[in-house]
């Protein structure tokens, strides 16, 4: 979710009535008012490092789409709320102008949480007469927008968590985003695993890979999922299940983060420029001799002991790497793992954490952006990034699919990433 692909839309979305579409707009906007319920305004305003955005900035940015990609061009009577947030919530659209730096966007105490609440309310109602009353003409260009306006913000609830949660790891009170009774949505679920990795055999061949633009069983795309096109592959392995953080606690207390034969160059230049010695929010004992049992990890939910069973979750593209080859594996290709995904046989395909990917974040054949502002959305972000597959405990309900290509740059760990190994079929 480093960047926002644009839509292919279905035929079968085109159809969806007006008031369908209508309650999923209010649905999908109140979740995001939802996830800030527990913040402070002090909260919201903070931003802690470059590549992370303060909440209040996110709940702006997802209303500032609406606004700018909807209801100027396709409400006539609209009336924008402040012309001065168009600079402002500008995420990285050139052909819309100038914006606030994206590293400054801390320094945004003003406006207020309450004036952005405002703000998304005077969109709301605007938008809430522009889908009933649109004509048909216009509602024909309208839905896809809207299909992607409501993925877009989704998109952003999921890094409106990462972010906060790196925000709070900052703190040295390190305060729960949530506790007591939402605990337990707010953590990848444990898995037993005494019966240990099993490796499932894949036949390979020509698969079809992505998703349609004219047909299809989902009704969303991101475009950066089509052209569906065809890939030979050769007959691999799979494991059943993702790496739990009992699997890589061996590989730490096994001096995974010394031994740089096992690490890519760039990935043993991020260990020693910034002293990795396990995946992100991990607390070691102060006796190292305790063993996994003293570690413990910081969540939402707060300090927690590390469970065994769990996957591992915020590690780096470079860390996940190094796991496959101290484990005598290696990473699938987002080829693999999409043909494999319908695989009954395989556990937490989706839900639990995103999976590192040995795929460049490159165009499928026949990629074309779109035209316009939407096209700045996936072309242009199509380097040194690496694809991961699935989706994390904080994706949003509705908005996972096995063709879902998430994309960061390598040396990300603050997102809910983590790994699953391939091997080849010999």
Same mark, same amino acid.
């Given at each position: ?13 085109? %159809? !969806? ?18 996830? %800030? ?56 659209? #050139? ?50 927008? !809207?299909?992607? *306006? ?46 240990? !990795? ?18 299809? #069983? ?48 760039? *990935? ?18 102060? &006796?190292? #001799? ?22 591992? %979750?915020?590690?780096?593209?470079? &860390? ?13 290709? &987002? ?14 395909? %989706? ?14 054949? *026949? ?60």
């Amino acid at each position: 979710m480093s960047a926002i692909p644009s839509a292919a839309l279905k035929p079968q979305a085109a %159809t !969806l009535p007006r008031t369908f579409m209508l309650r999923q707009y209010t649905r999908v906007r109140d979740y995001s008012l939802e996830l %800030t319920a527990t913040l402070s305004p002090e909260d919201q305003c903070v931003q802690s490092m470059p590549d992370a955005s303060p909440s209040k900035w996110h709940l702006a940015h997802t209303t500032w789409f609406f606004e700018t990609m909807l209801l100027r061009p396709f409400s006539p009577h609209y009336q924008v709320f402040n012309d001065r947030y168009h600079y402002l919530f500008n995420s990285y659209y #050139e052909s819309l102008g100038s914006r606030h730096p994206r590293p400054r966007r801390g320094l945004l105490t003003r406006p207020t949480v309450d004036e952005v609440i405002d703000y998304r309310r005077h969109v709301d109602a605007a938008m809430q007469q522009l889908i009933e009353h649109a004509g048909p003409d216009a509602w024909f260009k309208i839905r896809p927008l !809207l299909l992607l *306006g409501l993925n877009h913000e989704q998109q952003h609830q999921e890094l409106l968590l990462t972010d906060i949660l790196h925000l709070f790891s900052c703190n040295p009170l390190l305060p729960a985003y949530r506790s007591g009774s939402d605990k337990d949505s707010l953590s990848p679920a444990s898995m037993a695993t005494e019966h240990g !990795l099993t490796w499932l055999p894949q036949p390979g061949g020509t698969v079809g890979i992505g998703c349609i633009d004219t047909a299809g #069983e989902e009704d969303f795309a991101f475009d950066n999922e089509t052209p569906r096109h065809h890939v030979l592959l050769s007959p691999y392995r799979l494991a059943d299940r993702l790496v739990t953080c009992g699997e890589f606690a061996e590989f730490v207390f096994d001096g995974g983060y010394q031994h740089a034969g096992l690490w890519l160059s760039d *990935g043993w230049a991020a260990v020693e420029s910034w002293g990795w010695t396990a995946p992100a929010y991990w607390m070691a004992p102060d &006796e190292p #001799e305790a063993g996994i049992e003293g570690w413990q990890t910081f969540g939402l939910d707060g300090v927690r002991p590390l469970d065994p069973s769990a996957p591992v %979750t915020n590690i780096s593209f470079y &860390e996940a790497a190094a796991y496959a080859e101290w484990a005598q594996a290696r990473l699938p290709t &987002e080829f693999e793992w999409e043909a494999a995904a319908r695989d009954p046989r395989m556990a937490q395909v %989706t839900g639990h954490a995103w999976q590192w990917t040995r795929s460049s974040y490159d165009p499928y054949p *026949g990629f074309r952006s779109a035209p316009g502002a939407v096209g700045e959305y996936n072309g242009k972000f199509m380097v040194g990034q690496l694809v991961l597959r699935g989706s994390s405990f904080a994706t949003p309900p509705g908005h996972t699919r096995v063709t879902y290509r998430n994309f960061f740059q390598p040396s990300a760990r603050w997102q809910f990433s983590g790994l699953r190994l391939a091997r080849d079929n010999i």
